[in-house]
């Protein structure tokens, strides 16, 4: 049995996507502190430009390297990764956690539909049903102060989800099944993200940023590294060996992830209904994973409607 073909080698874009996962699901209390003591826009400029500044000095230093061919796709993708992130930032203040835990979620749901969409297959049943069940067991998860009356903030998060669902289809379509170059479309996306995120809020990380602690500089740095150049650069590799719709849902556990950050750090209780939806979505993220295998292997060499017919074809 080769590595290619080995059970480590199948699971290993899961592993890197739930990583992924819990790398954003603690970012959400990291951004609450460090925006406490600064800005939203100062967070979102402290943690897109060092992040930039990295990965372009690591894409300049390898031999022979274009940025040319990465630059399109990657504007684009910076588009909505800045768009989603921007979107969170203001809605969440505008809103409850709560509210914001459920509605981003939805985006697990929108992933698949347009990817059916675009490769015209229908989605399988029990796959349909792993994203319904991942959106239940996501909702009690983040439930525990109820669902409270819809405001703009949640209206802003639900953009954020259609954005962030568009963002995860575009990375699928622009690497699954192509040599793409994961580093440049990642230092491109990044550098037009911090490109808008430092006229937003440059000038007021430059106001409050001498009043940084050694505590907010280490938040800074999990946001940049952790946050941002491994986790950008891990869901856009883990995604091109998967499918959209597969990479939605393990980074939809993300909510989870943050409110068992919350529980663990900040001393947050989720009660029973948090326990049960934690087992449920754990479920869900197994039944997923053997539905859109299933799924995926179906839809191997079977033309999409939209395919030319070849000469020879009777």
């Not at 698949?112 to 796959?127: D, G």
């Not at 009660?271 to 179906?298: D, K, M, N, Q, S």
């Amino acid at each position: 049995m080769t590595l290619a073909s080995s059970p480590l080698r199948r699971l290993l874009p899961d592993a890197v996507l739930l990583f992924v996962a819990i790398l954003w699901g603690g970012s959400y209390l990291a951004t609450q502190d460090l925006a406490m003591a600064s800005s939203a826009a100062a967070v979102m400029c402290a943690r897109f430009v060092p992040s930039a500044v990295i990965l372009l000095s690591l894409s300049l230093a390898r031999p022979r390297t274009t940025l040319r061919e990465s630059a399109l796709p990657g504007i684009l993708l910076g588009s909505l990764r800045a768009a989603t992130i921007a979107l969170e930032a203001i809605g969440v203040t505008l809103t409850s956690a709560t509210n914001a835990g459920l509605i981003i979620a939805l985006s697990i749901l929108l992933i698949p539909i347009l990817e059916s969409a675009l490769t015209r297959r229908r989605l399988s049943p029990a796959l349909i049903g792993s994203i319904l069940l991942a959106l239940a067991g996501i909702a009690l998860l983040v439930s525990g102060n109820g669902f409270v009356a819809f405001n703009l903030g949640d209206g802003l998060i639900l953009i954020a989800a259609a954005t962030r669902a568009l963002l995860g289809v575009a990375e699928a379509r622009f690497t699954m099944g192509r040599d793409a170059d994961v580093l440049g479309l990642t230092t491109v996306e990044i550098t037009f993200g911090a490109i808008i995120f430092a006229i937003w809020g440059g000038s007021s990380l430059m106001e409050h940023m001498p009043d940084f602690t050694a505590t907010n500089w280490l938040v800074v740095a999990y946001l940049v590294l952790g946050c941002t150049i491994v986790a950008f650069l891990g869901q856009l590799w883990a995604t091109k060996q998967t499918s959209a719709s597969r990479a939605g849902m393990l980074l939809g556990t993300e909510p989870g992830w943050a409110l068992l950050v919350g529980v663990l750090i900040a001393g947050d209780r989720i009660g029973p209904l948090g326990y049960a939806g934690a087992a449920i979505l754990l479920f869900a993220t197994w039944w997923g994973a053997r539905a859109e295998r299933r799924w995926r292997a179906e839809g191997i060499g079977s033309p999409r409607e939209d395919s030319p017919v070849p000469e020879n074809a009777t």
